[in-house]
């Protein structure tokens, strides 16, 4: 039994969201079913044209945070999520996670400070990194990152004190799990 999606109707005003009356998760939802990562960088980016800067980030970083904590840098990389790198990266900044984006910046550094936004070109990029002598298959970036402080919460700061950036109202594809 999969995920079934319906179109679900958003009103999420600047006035509850200051409140803090959704968490950064549910007022991202409306991004999460929508805006593929899985057909590349010119798809991604249209997906992404009817939404604010800091939305866009916020879904990177959530995408960046599922990813790490289930498989961490190496899976993030390997998998169609390593699209929205530098979005993340960036998100960790904008949101004041200072500490982490120096951690994930070393990860980049690994890559010669970019990263390929075409999935065969980062799987081949990260298989000649995983040749390197003394490559360490993320493993410092990854222990760093599981120990750090919750990056929930400092999304959640966030998306409060910039309310106006995730409005959102109208219809959009989501789960059909009761709110």
Not at 52 to 77: M, P
Request: net charge negative.
């Amino acid at each position: 039994m999969g995920i079934k999606l319906v179109n679900k109707y958003f009103d999420l005003n600047e006035k509850d969201i200051a409140e803090g009356k959704y968490s950064a998760w549910e007022l991202i939802q409306p991004l999460w079913y929508t805006v593929s990562i899985y057909d590349g960088l010119d798809v991604y980016e249209q997906d992404l044209k009817p939404f604010t800067e800091a939305q866009r980030k916020i879904l990177a970083l959530f995408w960046y945070d599922s990813e790490v904590c289930n498989g961490g840098h190496d899976q993030f990389f390997f998998n169609s999520t390593g699209i929205v790198w530098k979005d993340a990266l960036e998100c960790m900044r904008m949101i004041g996670a200072g500490k982490y984006a120096q951690n994930f910046q070393k990860a980049v550094d690994l890559f010669g400070g970019r990263i390929p936004f075409d999935r065969s070109e980062r799987i081949a990029a990260l298989e000649k990194l995983r040749e390197e002598e003394g490559f360490d298959d993320f493993e410092q970036i990854d222990s760093f990152y599981d120990d750090g402080e919750d990056i929930d919460q400092l999304m959640n700061e966030y998306v409060k004190s910039h309310a106006a950036d995730f409005v959102v109202k109208g219809a959009y594809l989501a789960d059909n799990f009761p709110d």
